[in-house]
């Protein structure tokens, strides 16, 4: 393998002009949709961030993991996941419209000390500002780490080096995962859970991590089975690497649907008037239609489906799933944002707004552009990892 | 390219060590059971655990005599020791499904020297910890009243009590757990079978081994056998302490009702499930000198699992606390308090806190999980973490409820002690006669793992270890 053949095809350029174009035209619609309407607005600009936000966080957190697993499909998947994890502080660009417009979308922002008893000191603009500061900082110091040896590793010249790098990185995951949970897990509470001022679980980190998770999978699988047909991964990609990952698509697809389940089945049986409004709104005003759609198609469908082997070794069938799971994410996310009485209201009906459509599509769009940029700054394979040569024989094996 | 299998290895060293072939596995694991003199130490460990499981079955005696009124019980812990040893021993009951089951379908080679005392311990396990409840119904000749079967007395199940749940989950774990390691044993039954040499004990294996003859349409049938049972008994690593959380969280009570239970606890049962495999593991490789097929590195990953799942664990004990305080909810705020530091069982607390949270950050040194002596102290003391874990769940949740008329405090008395502990024998005198009468590690598939097992799709004998660590 010589380095040079191993960068990103030249259709990912195209893609990228492609994602910059659709971004900045639904970017510049959501603009003016959030000057008429600036809850609606930043609220759906939220869900986009929160969906696509969470790409880049699970990148990074499958790029620790896989460090600490080993395993072939870790070794390929790798120059995707740091891609994805470069983009952390873009992500942080996108969360800026969030601090903007706190008070529209956050009902504690605007609430009175009385209101909120001791949580005052945790929930108010100046301290969810700084935590936000605090948790990006903590994400692209480890994604910088990660990816300045990674870089190290390209350029070493025997395989002693390259362990070297492989080994400091596999210490470095170890802690790092720890801080990467909790930090996910505060975030996730901060940006979405906290849309309701008194409704709390504390399932609700878990969710994320393992919802983040599978969105990134998800993407993984379906970038690869575009870019298998094209040199140079070509030669690389295997049916059985499709095999192992979607293993654990299917492992994730279950591990969601026992997450969801566990918080559904404790709340509905406590029946404590603190936790059940969460459900109730989402459970009335053509919302539990909803409901029963992610029960069906977040789980039921994919999960038969992955159970097939021949279906997981297939990279169009597995592709398609994986689209369709994204798909069924970003309903998910929606099922946690939308419901919610906004600032000042009792009660929300059931009223989708074109935004909520939008906003994803713009920041999908412009997150897309900036993670194709760095996926074709460095090869698609870790070349010198002492176990590529591994990696790739294992996914032409049977 | 020799360079670079030497960096290979040293990254993912070899599950097998010294030098050994198809036969020499089966002399080594088989003889324990078949040839070699049983050691005095045996006799003295087993007599002391038989000594201790006599304490069980006086107890049971007495209470069945006199009913559950000769526990610490009371109002309104109406729910102690029973329910701590149950949810403890279920819990150390599910390492050895997670060995079985879920590392077979994620190719993990090292599983193979530890799944099968894995797996008997499991039994053993859930068979102490089956009694608990039956013996707190004070009638266990009734307990049949708990399957939903048509009858004549007009009853009725309550199928939303999580407490008929555990009933069905636990069953099922049970007989889905002894199909799985009988199935794997057949296959070493017939070896022992072909090698004893007593012909009363050529007659059992014999029996046991079904007719086992290892031709090819055995092994293809075996194999798919085993990986249904595998993907089978997947989900019940995870149902059956989902269940036994929902015994506690689906009430009202601050201190059980967290949506996190569910996986914290699976997460502590597969804790203190390792706890335990690294407690009969260590001793077991130290005397019966098995160090070539229990090596360094088998210590090495157990410790890892440990590490993790005890980190989730402490995670659950942090959500738990964040929340108490973010509910702003009086109950809760109260029962954080009074468990941490106002209430009476302060101590228990932050002796758990210990036990599970800061004796396992020792696991980060390599130095920690090579040793076993270290292993070995860190696996006990988390032991008692974990049933410290349940007590604190338990004890402190009940003893102050919403009311403070109703408040009171727990003691147990010498028979919760003495069947807690006639329990810990019974365990002991099951896996000493596992270890006397059955081969404690899979024979035939510690064979899979030998170079020689590999020599034809490569020829070289180290050529597969990279292979096996990125598979």
Sequence with gaps: MTKDSLYAPAEVSRWQSLALGIGAVFTIACLIGGYFNPEQGLRSWL??????????????????????????????????VEAGSRTIWFVALLFLPIIAGIVKIYPWASASKAELGHRFIYLNPMSFGVRAVIYFAIWFVMAYLLNKWSAQQDESTNPEEAAGFLGKATAFSGPTMVIFALVVTFASIDWVMTLDKNWYSTIWGLLYLIGWALST????????????????????????????????????????????LSQFLIIYSGNLPEETPWYLNRMRNGWQYVGLLLIVFHFAVPYLLLLSRDIKRNAKWLSTIAIFILVMRLIDMYYHIGPQPFVGQAQTGFNPSWMDLAAPIAVGGLWLWYFFNELKKRPLIPHQDPFVENAIKHGQGH | MHDLKEVQKKIYPPMVEGKHTFATVSDEIGDITLKKKTPFHWFIGFGIAFLIAQALLMT??????????????????GWAFDIINFVWWIGIGHAGTLI????????????????????????????????????????PWLAYWMLPYPNVMGMWQNFRSPLMWDVFAVSTYATVSALFWYVGLIPDLATLRDRAKNPFFKFVYGLLSMGWRGSARHWHRYEIAYLILAGLSTPLVLSVHSIVSFDFSVSQL????????????VAGAIFAGFAMVLILCIPLRHWYKMQDFITKTHLIYMGKVMLATGLIVVYGYFMEAFFGWYSENQYESYMIQNRIWTGPYWFMYWLLIFCNGISIQFLWFKRFRESEFWLFVISVIVSVGMWLERFVIIVTSLHRDFLPANWAMYSPTMFDWSMFLGT??????????????????????????????????HGHAHEHVGDEATA
Aim: with cysteine; net charge positive.
């Design chain 2, 60 to 77: 049971i005696t007495y209470l069945l005599a006199k009913g559950i009124g000769i526990w610490g019980n009371n109002q309104p812990i």
């Design chain 1, 217 to 260: 999978f998800s993407f993984i699988i379906a970038l690869l089975a575009n870019l298998m047909d094209k040199a140079p991964l070509n030669r690389i990609i295997g049916k059985k690497h499709f095999h192992d990952i979607g293993k654990l698509m299917l492992a994730l697809v279950m591990v969601w649907t026992y997450f969801n």
């Design chain 2, 254 to 265: 601050p201190g059980w009702h967290a949506t996190i239970f569910p996986p914290y606890f």
């Design chain 2, 100 to 139: 079985s089951a879920i590392l077979l379908l994620l190719n993990q080679k090292w599983r193979t020297s530890i799944n099968r005392f894995a797996e008997a311990m499991t039994l053993f396990a859930v068979a102490c910890a089956g009694m608990f409840p039956l013996l707190h119904t004070g009638r």
């Design chain 1, 47 to 80: 869900l986009g961030f929160t969906y696509w936000g969470g790409i880049s966080i699970g990148s990074l957190g499958i790029l620790i993991l896989q460090y600490l697993t080993g395993g072939a499909w870790g070794v390929v998947i790798r120059r995707i």
């Design chain 2, 424 to 457: 810990i024998g019974f365990f002991f005198t099951l896996i000493y006669l596992f270890v006397r009468f059955l081969p404690i590690i899979s024979i035939f598939e510690v064979r899979t793992l030998l170079p020689d097992a590999h020599v034809e799709d």
